[in-house]
């Protein structure tokens, strides 16, 4: 297999973690670890935070993203399961042959099509992660 590798842990935005509207927008370069320590998701998303401490040793968790987990598309992908749960969408970007940026969500359970198979095209990044804050009764 040949290609070009591209490096997007430089890219700040897509290791945050924020509320808008009603939802969570996750970005793609999210660690295991930012997920456990995230308190937004500790107090909105607590089984997405389960999943994170779920994943390997305390370096995979370090190093782990939640892009990488979700684009592996591993069999036994520790967050996909909980994103499912969640009503997860995938934000995929791509540039046409004139620069302009392509945006596509798609849901992770259609996202993700087989053990080690996405959706995802050659020309693609999956940039964020969202869903709605889940309503929990009482709180």
Known sequence: MSGNIID???????KVIKIQSDEINMG?????TS????????????????????????????????????????????AVSSLVCL?????????D????????????????IASGKTLLEKNEILTNIVFKIPYIDGL
């Open 35 to 78: 997920i456990l320590n995230s308190e937004v998701l500790s107090k909105k998303a607590k089984l997405l935070c389960k999943a994170a401490a779920a994943v390997g040793s305390p370096q995979i968790r370090n190093r782990g993203t939640i892009g990488g987990n979700i684009c592996n598309a591993s069999a036994a992908a520790d």
């Open 97 to 112: 042959t004139k620069g302009a940026i392509q945006s596509r969500m798609i849901a992770i359970e259609d996202f993700v």
């Open 28 to 32: 793609s370069m999210v660690t295991f």
């Open 8 to 14: 997007l842990s430089k890219i700040e935005e897509l």
């Open 87 to 95: 009503e997860a969408k995938v934000d995929l970007k791509s540039m």
